[in-house]
């Protein structure tokens, strides 16, 4: 049982283009929804989050959007560089608001962004 | 400062051997969590430590694996009797409570199991 879906497995954008990650959840119970970035042979390192009490966080070129009736989230990148070509995970969880907790991931979707 | 670290980065073992995956998590985080990612999945939550309390063990696969953390710092995964299947990329996290608080990943232990 999938609690977060990540729909699409790649994307590709062109430099300077705005990239938009989508990703679905089940579990109602979820209050905070995490993106994390990974490169190849690194661990993941964590972008942005966002609470269940907000629809909208926004930090420099990264802004997540949440739609709880939908149980919808997505990541805006704008404008997107090379740099940002890794492989970007939602997580979500049930631990009051906090990242305290175990966390449920996707299945990641790759960003590739071409100069 | 120094953050979490895994050992090895790498391990090859042969069906049926047991492996311990080793975990330093940042100084002073009181929760301690162990992930995998197998090939072309997503992360899936196999344990969780938290200061003193019994850990949440509801992820681990089978009762081949097991986690222990000393001392309330140093973890170590086993892996009895490995399979196939085990082979994947195994990743520990930590942090400490906190509204703003994330989980921060080591570089994980790619173990490949023949």
């Known amino acids: 049982d999938q609690q977060v879906k990540q729909n699409s497995p790649s994307l590709s954008v062109q430099e300077g283009r705005i990239s938009i990650l989508n990703c679905d959840y089940t579990?109602?119970?979820?209050?905070?929804f995490l993106w994390y970035k990974k490169y190849p042979a690194e661990g993941p390192t964590f972008l942005i989050s966002i609470s269940s009490i907000k629809d909208k966080n926004e930090d420099g070129r990264f802004t997540v959007f949440l739609n709880k009736s939908a149980k919808h989230l997505s990541l805006h990148i704008v404008p997107s560089q090379p740099g940002d070509s890794a492989v970007y995970f939602c997580?979500?969880?049930?631990?009051?608001?906090?990242?305290?907790?175990?966390?449920?991931f996707g299945q990641g979707t790759i960003l590739t962004v071409h100069p | 400062g120094a953050g979490v670290s895994q050992s090895p980065s790498n391990k090859v073992t042969e069906k049926g051997k047991d492996v311990e995956l080793r975990c330093d998590p940042i100084?002073?985080?009181?929760?301690l969590y162990w992930y995998r990612q197998s090939l072309g999945q997503g992360l899936e939550f196999l344990i969780y430590?938290?200061?003193?309390?019994?850990?949440?063990k509801s992820g681990l696969p089978s009762d081949r694996f097991s986690a222990e953390r000393t001392g309330g710092s140093v973890s170590t995964l086993t892996i009895q009797r490995t399979q196939q299947e085990d082979s994947a990329v195994y990743l520990c996290?930590?942090?400490?409570?906190?509204?703003?608080?994330?989980?921060?990943f080591g570089p994980g232990t790619r173990l490949l199991v023949l």
């Open positions: 997580a979500a969880s049930d631990a009051g608001g906090t990242s305290y907790g175990k966390l449920t």
């Open positions: 430590f938290q200061g003193n309390s019994a850990p949440d």
């Open positions: 579990n109602s119970m979820f209050d905070y």
């Open positions: 996290a930590s942090n400490r409570p906190g509204l703003q608080e994330t989980q921060y």
């Open positions: 100084s002073g985080h009181t929760a």
